[in-house]
C-alpha cells in the first residue's frame, strides 16, 4: 500500500526567497513519485517526476526534488519564487495498477 | 495531440436531475481515471478503467454515480439523482502504461454546482 503525506497545507513566501514544499511517502515497493501543480481553475499538470536513477531530478519552471531513501521523502524547492509559482502542488506515488495516491495538496502563495 | 477533453466545463443543475460529465481521453492511453475535488475532502479517486474496463470503482460515493467507458475514446460519468453536496469539480485524466513509470494527464475540470 502507498500513502502520501504533504507537511504544511499552506505555504507563504516572499517573490525571490526559496520555495520548499514537503512531501514524505510510504511505500511497499520501491516507489515512482511525482508532483503536480495545479493553476486556479485548471486541470493538474506535471512538474516533475522520480523513476529510477539519478535521486535529484528536475522538472518544469526552475523545480526541482530529491529522492531520499533513507528519509521517505520526496521534498520540492524552487531557489527563487516568482508570483507565476502561486498556485497548489500535490505530491503522488505510483501504486498498484497505474494508480496514483495523491497527498492533500499545499497552496503556495509568493508574496510581493 | 488535444489532451484530454472534458465536457461541459461548467454545469448548473437542481437537485434531483441527472448529470452527465463526458471525458475524451488522449489518443492511445489505456488508463482513464474520473476524480472529484472539493474544499473538504482533497482530491479524490472515484473509478478508473484499463481498456475500457472498470479495475476499481471503490471510490465511487454511492449507488447515484455511475461511470461507463464504452470504447477507448470516451467516457461518461454519470449521477443520478443529483444531491448540493455533489457539487465539486470533477476530473478525468489518461495515461499508457509504463510499469508504474506513466505521467497522467488531467482534463480541465469541469466544475459542477448543484442547487
Known amino acids: 500500500a502507498q500513502s502520501v503525506t504533504q507537511l504544511g497545507s499552506h505555504v507563504s513566501v516572499s517573490e525571490g526567497a526559496l520555495v520548499l514544499l514537503r512531501c514524505n511517502y510510504s511505500?511497499?515497493?520501491?516507489?515512482?513519485l511525482f508532483w503536480y501543480v495545479q493553476y486556479p481553475n485548471q486541470g493538474l499538470q506535471l512538474l516533475l517526476k522520480?523513476?529510477?536513477?539519478?535521486?535529484l531530478v528536475k522538472g518544469i519552471n526552475g523545480f526541482e526534488a530529491e529522492f531520499k531513501k533513507s528519509e521517505t521523502s520526496f521534498h520540492l524547492t524552487k531557489p527563487s519564487a516568482h508570483m507565476s509559482d502561486a498556485a497548489e502542488y500535490f505530491c503522488a506515488v505510483s501504486g498498484s495498477g497505474s494508480r496514483l495516491t495523491f497527498g492533500e495538496g499545499t497552496q503556495l502563495t509568493v508574496n510581493p | 495531440d488535444a489532451g484530454v477533453i472534458q465536457s461541459p466545463r461548467h454545469e448548473v443543475t437542481e437537485m434531483g436531475q441527472e448529470v452527465t460529465l463526458r471525458c475524451k481521453p488522449i489518443s492511445g492511453h489505456d488508463y482513464l481515471f474520473w476524480y472529484r475535488q472539493t474544499m473538504m475532502r482533497g482530491l479524490e479517486l472515484l473509478i478508473y478503467?484499463?481498456?475500457?474496463?472498470?479495475?476499481?470503482d471503490s471510490g465511487m460515493p454511492e449507488d447515484r454515480f455511475s461511470a461507463k467507458m464504452p470504447n477507448a475514446s470516451f467516457s461518461t460519468l454519470k449521477i443520478q439523482p443529483s444531491e448540493p453536496r455533489d457539487s465539486a469539480v470533477y476530473f478525468c485524466?489518461?495515461?499508457?502504461?509504463?510499469?508504474?513509470?506513466?505521467?497522467?494527464?488531467f482534463g480541465p475540470g469541469t466544475r459542477l454546482l448543484v442547487l
Open positions: 485524466a489518461s495515461s499508457l502504461w509504463r510499469g508504474g513509470l506513466e505521467t497522467q494527464y
Open positions: 511505500s511497499s515497493v520501491p516507489p515512482y
Open positions: 522520480y523513476t529510477t536513477g539519478a535521486t
Open positions: 478503467f484499463n481498456n475500457n474496463v472498470p479495475i476499481d
